[in-house]
């Protein structure tokens, strides 16, 4: 397959905020890419770059064969619909049409065509703002395709459809593709996304975190689940081996497996006192992947919730030590460095010698020397330094740097159960992985420090 459109490291700017940060990407005759992110990610502005509508502060756009935007091979279903309201949808389909110099008797003709494919027929003397919003976009959708677009760009096509449209726009997709066409489609919905693509290309923060085809990217961050429905106690499911972290709610239990884990053996591997009524394995789906590596201000939030089920023991031992700073500094606060210093190496620590990540540690309860002792001694390449600054100002100080991260220990630490890690968004998308894999450890580590039965440490992640 040809490369229809090539984008090279292109940057965006609006004042002082870079939205684009050297996106490279192909698009290639025939094939379906998608290009995905959470809202302000930056999809919308590359793809008002491709098509002139502003211009790269830095970068290319080129179209095969072309030195000039090439407006008459291109199809552009844009997010925000422009049609005419006061105008008749063949008046408005043949005059687009026209702009693209395209023949007016075979323009009619396919226009009249696609009208019925969509159920529009004898819609075509009819104003456009007689129409529901969904006749609105199948009508802006023809016109995309009408003039036989070398490449079709589709940002959003499937909003305000019902399921029966939204079907028949993937059956015209596919088709289109089939017959060569290249296709850029930018959608949130991740269930359609998976059905009709072939290449991924994922962007936050206006710099890409994925670019492959769908099945490659899918292997790679794409592992088993296995839900379960049956009473089972939370401590038990999360000892089964090779279990990352577990959900439960209710009943319902669902168990994400670690990378290369073979499910038919796996299964073989479960308790014979498991309670099952129901079970059921597969993969995680494309919005999980999308959720866990793109959405980073979720990673947080998801990562904290991991790290505070992980120090509920803690956490209720503090709460009958409170008045034993001692107690504290030697219980709290070791299995918390052990857990953020194997973290922060796992995220931080490198091959390159050369390199060095600054940890700003702030430090309201008198730790900070023995943090910086245990970091010197771990041969993590770091450079650890103690700071007063606010998150507030932390996170604007992230803003613009891409090897920074924040540890805050302090009393809101102390009354969650939590140690509050804040970081650049280049280093973010790996904290999910990294805290669930070390969740079941750390709670183990604890109930030997503290004593307990596995009992004891039952009832308490639970609880």
């Known amino acids: 397959m040809g490369t229809v459109l090539s984008v090279k490291n292109l940057e965006k700017s609006f004042k002082t905020k870079q939205v684009l940060k050297g996106i490279t990407f192909e698009v290639r005759s025939g094939e379906i890419m998608a290009i995905l992110g959470p809202n302000g990610a930056g999809k919308s502005t590359t793809i008002r770059n491709i098509m002139g509508i502003m211009y790269p502060d830095n970068g290319s756009v080129h179209f095969e064969g072309h030195t000039d935007l090439p407006r008459n091979i291109i199809g552009y279903l844009p997010e925000e619909r422009g049609l005419y309201k006061n105008v ?29 494919k969509f159920d529009l027929k004898g819609k075509e003397h009819v104003k456009l703002e007689e ?22 760009i589709l940002d959003e096509p499937f909003s305000g459809l019902d399921p029966v449209s939204q079907d028949l726009f993937k059956e015209e997709i596919r088709d289109l593709a089939n017959q060569g066409t290249a296709i850029l489609l930018s959608s949130h919905q991740m269930n359609l996304v998976e059905e009709m693509c072939d290449r991924l290309f994922m962007i936050q923060a206006g710099q890409k975190v994925i670019d492959g085809p769908l099945d490659e990217v899918k292997a790679k961050y794409s592992n088993f689940k296995c839900t379960i429905r049956g009473k089972n106690q939370l401590a038990d ?33 479960l308790p014979d006192h498991m309670a099952i009524q129901e079970l059921r394995l597969d993969r995680i789906s494309l919005h999980e992947i999308f959720v866990a590596v793109a959405t980073n ?12 089920n992980a120090l509920k023991i803690a956490k209720w031992e503090i709460k009958r030590n409170l008045k034993n700073k001692s107690f504290l500094i030697g219980l709290f606060i070791t299995p ?9 190496g796992s995220i931080f620590g490198g091959d390159d010698e050369d390199t060095g990540t600054n940890v700003y540690i702030h430090d309201e309860i008198g730790v900070f020397d023995t943090v910086k002792e245990t970091v010197a001694s771990s041969g993590v390449d770091w450079k650890v330094k103690q700071t007063d600054i606010s998150e507030k100002e932390a996170l604007k100080k992230l803003q613009d740097k891409e090897d920074t991260a924040y540890l805050f220990l302090n009393k809101d630490t102390l009354n969650q159960g939590t140690v509050n890690v804040l970081t650049s968004e280049e280093i973010n998308a790996y ?3 990294q805290l669930q894999l070390l969740q079941g450890p750390i709670q183990q580590l604890q109930a030997k420090e503290l004593g307990l039965s596995d009992t004891q440490l039952a009832a308490i992640s639970k609880g």
Request: hydrophobic share 45%.
């Open 237 to 269: 499911l999360e000892g089964i081996a090779g279990v990352q972290h577990v959900q439960q709610q209710d009943d319902v239990n669902i168990l994400y497996l670690g990378k290369d884990i073979d499910p038919v053996q796996w299964l073989k591997t």
């Open 88 to 116: 008749k949808v063949m008046d408005m389909l043949l005059y687009l049409a026209e702009l693209k110099d395209y023949p007016a008797k075979k323009a009619r003709e396919r226009a009249m065509a696609y009208l019925e």
């Open 431 to 433: 904290f999910t992985d």
């Open 297 to 308: 201000k979720n990673l947080i939030t998801k990562g904290l919730k991991s790290m505070r």
């Open 336 to 344: 918390i460095m052990i857990f953020g210093f194997m973290l922060l």
């Open 131 to 152: 129409l529901s919003k969904g006749m609105n976009q199948k009508v802006q959708f023809i016109a995309s395709i009408l003039h036989e677009p070398e490449l079709l």
